[in-house]
């Protein structure tokens, strides 16, 4: 059974920092691009980070390029999300898929607030 589990979400005041992970069990998720999204009340989901499956290469909404890296651990069959400098506009629910443009298994995300 294909699953994947978003974790370490939670309350922080601006200007700090979280790191978000991602599990997967059932499939090997170096096979996939993993994407992270986002979405916050009453806006679209959002495209955040995604890490490709054939060489590691990254990409960055222009909204975090600099503050959040996307990672792999293939040992640990994990994605993460190391998110810095938070502002309160990162408030959302965050979650990973596979693929980065048409994704096929979402977690089940991960709440993030930012908030003083």
């Known amino acids: 059974q294909v699953q994947l589990v978003e974790s370490g979400g939670g309350l922080v005041q601006p200007g700090g920092s979280l790191t978000l992970s991602c599990a997967a069990s059932?499939?090997?998720?170096?096979?996939?691009?993993i994407g992270w999204f986002r979405q916050a009340p009453g806006k679209e989901r959002e495209g955040v980070s995604c890490?490709?499956?054939?060489?590691?290469?990254?990409a960055y909404a222009d909204s975090v390029k600099g503050r959040f890296t996307i990672s792999r651990d293939n040992a640990k069959n994990t994605v993460y999300l190391q998110m810095n400098s938070l502002k309160p506009e990162d408030t959302a629910v965050y979650y990973c898929?596979?693929?980065?443009?048409?994704?096929?298994?979402w977690g089940q995300g991960t709440q993030v607030t930012v908030s003083s």
């Open positions: 059932g499939f090997f998720l170096n096979y996939y691009d």
């Open positions: 890490i490709s499956s054939s060489d590691g290469s990254t």
């Open positions: 898929a596979t693929d980065c443009t048409i994704p096929e298994y």
